[in-house]
Structure formats: C-alpha cells, structure tokens
C-alpha cells in the first residue's frame, strides 16, 4: 500500500518526460511522439488504478515534497508562519480523478494516431509535446495538497488549452479563439489568484486537509464568531469562496465566463475531447469538490454555485438546439453538462456532483472522440447538414455515439441518467425545504428537455435519414485506434452509472452505492473529506413530497420523461430520410440563439466601451500624473546643478578663495554651535 | 630674559596672513608658491613656540616633518609650474581655466 503511495509522483512525472521526449526527439521517432505519450500515459494509468486499488484498502496519504517558499507573517487568525509547498494529497476524490484523466488521457493518445498521424498532419512533435504537458499539468493539479499548488498548475492547464486550440495557428480562428479562451479563463483566475491570497492571509495556510487546513481554520472562527478583515467570519469565507470561485466559473466555462468554450472547438478534435470536454474544464468543478467543506461553511456561496450551475445548464443547452457544427453542438452541451455539476454541488449533493463529473468524462470524451470519428469519415466536415445515413456504413461509431448520446441525454440505465436523476433529487429536496433553490431546480429540470432534444437532433442528422453529400456517400474509414477508445468508452458510457444506483438503493435497500461509500472514506480516506464530514456542514435542510420514496419516483419521472420527450420530438422532427431545418420556424428567438443571446457582443461592448476608457484614463494619469512627478523632480536637480556647476571657475585662486571663506564659515559654526562667543 | 609667547603667537599669525594674501592675490605661479611656503611657516613657528612653551619636544618633531613636507610639495609644485610654462608660455594662474563646468 505504502509503495503505491510512493510511486504517487511518478504518475505525475511519466506525461511530464513524455513532453520533454515528444518535443526533443519526436520528429525521429516512428510515430512523431505518439508512443512516448501512449506509454507515459498507460504506466499513469496503471499506477493511478494502483493508487485507486490502495485507497479502496484503507489507504490515505498527505506528503509535502518540497518546500519553496516560507515567512513568518503573521496571519489574520493568528498563526505566526505561512509555507509555500508542493504536496500531494491522495484521498478518494483524488484517486478517482487520477484514473479518469489518465484513461482519458490514454485513450485521447491512442486515438490521436487515427485522427492527426493517420490524417497527415504536420507539427506532430509538437502536438504529443503539448498533449504530455497537459496531461502532466493536469495530474499534478489533481493531487494537489495545497490551493496554491493547484492554482499553479490550474493555470498551466490552461496555458496548454491555449497552446492546444491554437495547434492550427495558421489558420485565422485558431490563434484568435485560442487568445479568447486564455483572456477569459484569465480573467475569471485572476478572482481566483485573489482568492488564493486572500485565504493564505486570512488563515495563514493553504492546505486542504487536516487540522492545520485552511478548511478547519475558517470552521473554526465561525464558531468563535471571530471578526476577520472587518467582516464577519462567514462572510469572510462566502467572500473568499467566491473570489475562488471566479476562476471555477471560467475555467468550468459558467455563464457569465462560458464564452470561450464554443470557440475552443478550433482545436483538433481530440484535443477539445481530452480538455474542453472531459479533464480541464473539469478542473473547477474539482476544485469545489476539492474544497467543498469551505464552501460548506457557507450558504450564501452554495446557494450562488447552484443558481450559477442550473442557469448555465439551461441557458447552454437552449443555444445548443440551433447549431449546425456537430463539435458546437458538443461544446454547449459541454458548457450546460458542468452547469448541471455545479448545481448538484451548490445544493450540498457533493457524491452527486462528483458521480456525474465522472460519468460526463467518459461519455463526454466519446461523444467527442465519436465526433472526430464522423469529422475523419465526412473527410473534414464538421456541418451536420452535409452528413446523414452514416449509420450503416460505420456501425461501431455509430453505436459507440448512441450509447454517448443515451447517457448524455440522461435515458435510463446509460450512466448519465443516473448521476443527472441524482442531481436533481438532491436539488428537489433541498428546494423543497428553502423554496428559492427550487427555481434553480426547475432551471435544471428544463434543460434536461433541451438536452435530449439537442442531442439526439445530433444523432438523427449525423447518423440517419438519406446521405446529403457525397462524403457521407463515400465515407473515408476509420481504423482499429480509432475504434478501440470508442469501444472503450462506449462500455463505460453504459455501465458506469452502476457506481452509484442511489435510487435502486433507497427503493429495495440494496446497499450498492458504491461511490457514495468511496466518497464517504467507508474503503479509506481522511475523516475530514468525507461526504459525512460536509453533510454536517451543509446548512441546507431537506424535505420530501409525502415520502422519500414518491419523491424519488416524481423527480426521476419528471426527468425521464422530459428526455424521453425531446428525444421523441427530435425523433419526430429529424428521424426522416430528407429532415428539414425546423428551427428556421423559430424566427427570431433563432437568431437570438444562433448569435448566443449577444454574449459575445455585450463582452466586447464592455471591453470597448468600458474597460478601454478605463484603461486610457489610467494611461493618462500614468502619463501626466506619476511621471511629471518624476520628470520634475530631475529637471529640478538638473537646473539647480546647471546653477551650482558655475562655483567651477577654472582660476585657481577662486578655489583658494573658497576654500579659505569655506573655513571660516566652518570655523564660526563651530564656534557658535560651540558656545565660543558667550 | 624670555620672550612671551603672544609674541610667537603674533608674529605666526602676521605671516600667515601675508601668505593668505599672497594666495589670493597673486597671478604668478612662483608667488603662489611662495605665499604657500609662508602659510607654512607660520605654522611651523606656531608648533616650535607651543612646543617650547609647554616643555614638549614633539611639536620641535613636527616642525621637521612639516619641511620634509614643504620640501616635497616644492618639487611638485615647480614641476606643475614648468609643464604651465611650457604649454601656456606663461606662469600666469588664470590663463589655464580650462578645468571647470
């Protein structure tokens, strides 16, 4: 147990060498790098299922590793010293995340030689190079021990999103989404670096677990009721929270931040698989997971992460339903999927959150490595209009994105279905106690019609009905690495919801909730971040319609048949041999939709309008203010030593004269200072 | 019989007075000089009569650094006053005012 604890940093270091390797030795390499990344990311794998396999046996483990930084400032609650480190941090939570990004990670690898080697593209070494950085960054994110670090590498992350979506930098959209995605997540980190500062000054310690945590300590003085920076001690930690919380929302890419999202789709296919859709923008989700018992400490944050989450839920999924790229598809659903996430954590249902951040990774990442799959068939088309009648000629992605399709829309018993049903029983039954949080719960219960129209509009227009170009006449095929990471993830699209059947359990008893049981430390973990530990936190009280059970069935009912339906209606609209565009019937609530209710417009107008006068205001003061104080004050000393220099006459005997005058003062000085003539 | 030593103190100060003049009021280089000297004998005569009156031959000590010191300031002093003459032609102090601002 104690060894696999020990590799622990190596699962972390493999993608790092695999960067070094792919960008030094790539272009001699067979493959241009691939295979350094394929076996970097399987030994990560392996040793992250090692990892997992020594937590289920009762297994934790906190480990500082290298101290860089430490001072003795004294911080707001007291505490005489602060410590930068680098640690790792290997509970349940952690583990779990590992093996998801480095299958994922994997399996993006494997698929990278169908899609970009077996495709001709050039600047490979680059590519895998990138791709190692990212997974390294990644990892190194997930069993982070301390906010720092994770900040840290939660930037590193998103420095390879932009290095990665502008991959095709000499086409004109690549760069320019790629400096749009890494401006907007910059600004929400910028909250977040706020945050950061703001908890290690408050609680002189950045670490997530244990006594000496930043969490124990905010806990803490609420029950001293202490006074921190002249607030209150809870609403110190919602302010906090939420300065944190900037950096979630744009990295999770959360209304009012998610514009950045669609545009990240200029990326290669695999890469918007591996980041913009299963590991990155997860990272925020994460890192509420990750802090969860802070965020526990204060209703008015959760109650802001479930509001934030439901409307993004619904707000991406209805511009979802009038795209006509299948990767834009994929993006705002992406965007309305971590919506949904963040809404089943602001409601307290943290095994929920983090079950459907799991169950979203792996269909997710199929449906968009399906996606790259039917781009390579349609030989580079991405516009669903040209596609159609795919199905029979190639069935294995075919089926692989159905079964995607079915859990992303949330039909029982594909794994989507149940982590969506457990995240909107969690936020029913809290909102059935505080009536506000049922407005968020209806935003959610909305979307979920939306999503199953969006999504199998999709299906239908890909994969059914009549060809509509002579690409998807004559498909270009598609090999066995293509194949295998859709197979792989096809499985798990349908049976990962198995983890957790939290409604078959609380109808029969049969106690198989296996993930809550993870989650809650019962196989091994810290006391402290278990699902128990934030329960007692969460100040939300929870209440049901007659029983528990009829709860259950409504929610779950309501759920499924608000998918069933938009999937019938889609059904209806698109499963035909020649389907029309009906949403041209929507008129002008289209176009409102298509232009992404003028998110993008109203940003630029802030920026040109506001912030640019803002920032021109500053130049100025700059200009005239800060530097005529420095101008002055050296044209002052430069007169006055144009004036002084003249006392240098060149005549020996003005020096003489001087130096004669010059003791005499000095003479009388002292002597009058001296008391001389009294 | 004893000579007081306001007398030494006096005849000093009156010599080292028309040395101060001379500084200040000579153009000629050797005058320069020589008003120097001056200056500096008074002080010598200040140290042997302080030296004297007190019992003390220290200030005597002094008195001959102070010519070795004389001595040697002269032969830097006429060294810079041939190198004045044979670039200016002259020994005159404030033709050379090149040095300044």
């Known amino acids: ?678 | 019989m004893t000579v007081g030593i306001e007398y030494y103190v006096l005849l000093s100060l009156a010599l080292f007075c028309i040395g101060l003049f001379g500084v200040l009021t000579r153009r000629n280089a050797l005058m320069f000089l020589m008003s120097v000297e001056l200056m500096l004998n008074a002080a010598n005569i200040n140290l042997i009569a302080f030296a004297f009156y007190h019992g003390n031959l220290t200030g005597q000590v002094f008195a001959l650094f102070t010519m070795a010191l004389a001595a040697a300031e002269v032969a830097v002093g006429l060294g810079i006053i041939l190198v004045l003459y044979r670039n200016f032609r002259d020994v005159d102090v404030t033709v050379p005012s090149e040095m300044r601002w």
């Open chain 1, 1 to 678: 147990m104690e060894t696999a604890f020990e590799l622990a940093p190596a699962i972390v270091l493999l993608p790092l060498a695999a960067f070094v390797v792919a960008l030094l030795f790539g272009n001699y390499m067979p493959k241009k790098g691939a295979l350094a990344g394929i076996v970097a990311t399987a030994g990560s794998l392996l040793l992250s299922l090692y990892v997992m396999a020594a937590v289920a046996t009762g297994g934790q483990h906190q480990e500082t590793y290298f101290t860089w930084a430490a001072g003795d400032a004294v911080s707001e609650t007291g505490v005489p010293t602060i410590e930068f480190t680098f640690g790792t941090l290997l509970d349940p939570l952690s583990a779990l995340m590992l093996v998801i990004v480095s299958l994922i990670a994997f399996l993006v690898h494997v698929f990278s030689l169908g899609y970009m080697n077996d495709e001709g593209e050039t600047g490979l070494p680059r590519y895998y190079a990138e791709l190692g950085l990212f997974t390294f960054s990644m990892l190194a994110f997930v069993i982070a021990d301390n906010l720092l670090m994770a900040f840290m590498f939660f930037e590193l992350v998103g420095l390879c999103s932009y290095l990665l979506i502008g991959f095709w930098f000499r086409t004109e959209s690549a760069p320019s989404a790629a400096k749009k995605a890494f401006l907007v997540t910059r600004f929400g980190d910028y909250f977040f670096l706020l945050g950061v500062v703001a908890i290690g000054a408050t609680f002189g310690t950045l670490a997530f677990q244990g006594d000496g945590s930043f969490v124990a300590a905010a806990g803490e003085a609420i029950d001293n009721g202490e006074t921190l920076f002249g607030f209150g001690a809870e609403t110190w930690v919602t302010i906090t929270g939420l300065l944190v919380l900037g950096g979630v929302i744009g990295k999770s890419a959360q209304f009012p931040l998610h514009t950045w999202l669609p545009d990240a789709m200029e990326g290669p296919t695999t890469v918007s698989a591996l980041i913009h859709a299963a590991t990155m923008v997860a990272a925020g989700v994460y890192l509420v997971a990750r802090m969860f018992g802070y965020y526990a400490l204060s209703p008015t944050a959760l109650g802001i992460i479930a509001f934030v989450g439901g409307f993004t839920a619904l707000f991406a999924a209805t511009m979802g339903v009038v795209k006509d790229d299948i990767k834009q598809v994929l993006a705002y659903s992406t965007i309305s999927q971590y919506g949904y996430m963040m809404l089943g954590l602001g409601v307290g249902g943290y095994v929920a959150g983090v079950f459907h951040l799991m169950n979203h990774a792996f269909f997710k990442a199929l449906l968009f490595l399906g996606a790259g799959a039917v781009i390579v068939l349609m030989h580079h088309e991405q516009d669903m209009w040209k596609m159609g009648g795919l199905k029979d000629k190639a069935p294995i992605v075919y089926y692989t994105f159905l079964a995607g399709a079915l859990a992303l829309a949330g039909i029982v018993p594909f794994s989507g279905f149940w982590s969506k049903d457990e995240i909107l029983f969690d936020a029913i039954i809290v909102g059935l106690n505080e009536p506000i949080f049922l407005a968020a719960y209806a935003m959610g219960l909305l979307a979920v019609f939306f999503t199953g129209f969006y999504t199998f509009r999709m299906v239908f227009l890909t994969f059914h009905g009549e060809p509509r170009s002579d690409a998807a006449r004559d498909p270009h095929p598609v090999s066995w690495n293509i194949k295998f990471p859709l197979l792989t993830l096809g499985v798990l699209a349908l049976v990962a919801g198995i983890a957790n059947l939290a409604p078959v359990y609380k109808l029969t008893g049969l106690e198989i909730t296996y993930l809550e049981f993870w989650l809650d430390g019962q196989y091994g973990g810290y006391a402290d971040l278990t699902y128990s530990a934030y329960g007692d936190t969460v100040p939300f009280g929870t209440d049901y319609i007659g029983s528990e059970t009829i709860t259950l069935l409504i929610a779950a009912g309501l759920g499924l048949g608000l998918a069933v339906g938009g999937a019938v209606f889609a059904m209806v609209l698109y499963n035909v041999p020649e389907p029309e565009p009906h949403t041209e019937n929507l008129g002008s609530a289209r176009t409102v939709l298509r232009s992404n209710y003028y998110q993008d417009e109203y940003q630029v107008w802030l920026a040109e309008n506001l912030t640019l006068p803002l920032a021109r205001a500053a130049d100025r003061f700059d200009q005239t203010v800060i530097d005529g104080v420095v101008n002055g004050v050296s044209s002052v000393s430069l007169f006055g030593s144009g004036r002084m220099k003249r006392l240098q006459t060149g005549v020996v005997t003005n020096y003489a004269a001087l130096l004669i005058v010059g003791f005499i003062v000095l003479l009388v000085v002292l002597g009058v200072l001296g008391g001389w003539f009294v």
